[in-house]
């Protein structure tokens, strides 16, 4: 139901006041609400990672590339990895893990994922992505916890450039 403007004619000074104008406002309130539960109740995405790495180095691994703290509780709905021309590259992976924990302690870090997203360069072309599978009992994320990317596994020759994507909803 729209909003029902008080005329000026129904709040004129010394006018008795009618159940007729106490029903518009009761109706404009309860429309108030009624649309103020649905915007509240509405999921929004919202965007964790999206970032390049560039010039990714020769080393095996990169635990704690980059943290994200929760300033309000969501839900964790993708984890990708893209690549985009191999160049020289013929053979290894490129893994990825996103972990979470109350701390920014390594130790209780815990892996949101039940497959990691991996990019395999023997068999995998150019613009190249992979989706991680959820763990369900995880992908929730409470405001004040943290998720930390690690790079698991990278090919032994330089890689040019790689994106990492993580998504949610609030």
């Known amino acids: 139901m729209p909003f029902s403007s008080i005329t000026a004619s129904q709040i004129l000074p010394g006018k008795a006041a009618k159940a007729e104008l106490f029903s518009k406002i009761k109706d404009n309130l309860d429309d108030h609400e009624t649309r103020l539960l649905t915007v509240e109740a509405g999921i ?3 965007e964790i990672f999206n970032f390049d790495v560039v010039n990714a180095s020769s080393g095996v691994t990169m635990t704690g590339m980059i943290h994200h703290e929760a300033l309000f509780d969501f ?7 893209q690549i985009f021309e191999k160049g020289s590259i013929s053979s290894g992976t490129l893994e990825i893990d996103i972990k979470k924990n109350s701390t920014l302690d390594d130790t209780g870090m815990t892996s949101i994922l039940t497959t990691k997203p991996i990019i395999d360069f023997s068999t995998d072309p150019d613009y190249t992505e992979d989706i991680g599978v ?3 009992s995880e992908q929730d994320v409470l ?3 943290f998720l930390r990317l690690d790079v698991t596994a990278l090919p032994t020759l330089p890689l040019s450039k790689f994106r990492v994507l993580v998504y949610g909803v609030v």
């Open 143 to 145: 405001e004040g916890e």
């Open 134 to 136: 959820l763990n369900a």
């Open 75 to 81: 839900t964790v709905t993708k984890v990708k990895v």
């Open 44 to 46: 929004a995405a919202i």
